[in-house]
């Protein structure tokens, strides 16, 4: 539990930015790239971090007065890590430890860090990138987004790279602190009519999926909504009831509460 809190603690803000309902890929991958660099680095000092976490458990067991001790370890072991070594602390830095950190290592590189290589390409059509870019380099983007997205993106690539151009000449002569540096800024001055392409290319950087909690928002709220005592909610009723309960914020909620004084009248008499 202590190795937990110590990881977790770190995960907190990234936990936290995934529930929002507008999450990018962009913030996202740089939030998940500094929690890895800063979990490699407590990898890296294993033996010195893992060293101040086990104190605390100590302490924490002769509170209860409980000993931390290793496992009978048995020559058929098949449920658990069977490391023979001589000390507890050892033995749980070997088997819990490390083990926890690559784990959660490896998930933030497969959840996050894969789609590296896609961002770094569709981020070329923002015009703060793009304009620094030779007309080699967004050829190349530009192939690499239709090998991508061959169905989404289907026309001659000779069009769409002229497109591309023509999309960055219009921002070469603009200020610095005018250039769009978003998928968002760049959307909202990208004319779909004269950059078709240039705007579906925005739109798919724009709607990366990232993965949030808006869906595990709808389950919890349904295990209030609908119980056992209330199985016969109608899907119409039960809908409406989950939407006000996810939306409780809305000023639609607190304008259909009761005044606190009419709740606390009827508090009283269903006692």
Not at 142 to 171: F, G, H, Y
Not at 192 to 203: A, D, I, M, S, W
Not at 208 to 221: D, G, K, M, Q
Request: with cysteine; charged share 25%; proline share 4%.
């Amino acid at each position: 539990m202590v190795v937990i809190q110590e990881i977790f603690s770190m995960a907190h803000p990234l936990s936290i930015y995934l529930q929002k309902v507008n999450v990018d890929l962009a913030s996202t991958m740089e939030t998940a790239n500094n929690l890895s660099t800063l979990i490699k680095e407590m990898r890296s000092n294993v033996e010195s971090k893992f060293h101040d976490l086990f104190s605390t458990a100590e302490h924490l067991a002769k509170e209860i007065g409980e000993d931390i001790k290793i496992p009978r370890v048995t020559h058929f072991q098949q449920h658990r890590a069977n490391y023979e070594l001589t000390s507890a602390e050892n033995y749980y830095r070997v088997s819990v430890f490390i083990p926890f950190i690559d784990h959660f290592i490896s998930q933030l590189e497969i959840r996050f860090t894969k789609h590296k290589n896609t961002l770094s390409i569709i981020q070329n059509f923002i015009p703060n990138k793009l304009i620094k870019l030779s007309e080699n380099e967004i050829e190349t983007s530009t192939e690499v987004m239709t090998k991508q997205w061959p169905v989404v993106i289907s026309s001659c690539d000779n069009i769409v790279i002229k497109e591309v151009l023509l999309w960055k000449q219009r921002w070469i002569a603009a200020a610095e602190d005018k250039l769009p540096c978003t998928f968002i800024d760049a959307i909202n001055c990208c004319d779909e009519l004269l950059f078709p392409k240039v705007y579906q290319y925005l739109k798919i950087g724009a709607t990366l999926p990232v993965t949030v909690a808006s869906v595990e928002r709808s389950f919890s709220t349904l295990k209030r909504l609908k119980s056992y005592l209330r199985n016969s909610t109608g899907e119409n009723r039960l809908n409406g009831l989950a939407h006000l309960s996810v939306t409780s914020s809305n000023m639609l909620i607190k304008k259909l509460k009761p005044p606190p004084k009419f709740r606390s009248k009827y508090a009283t008499v269903s006692r």
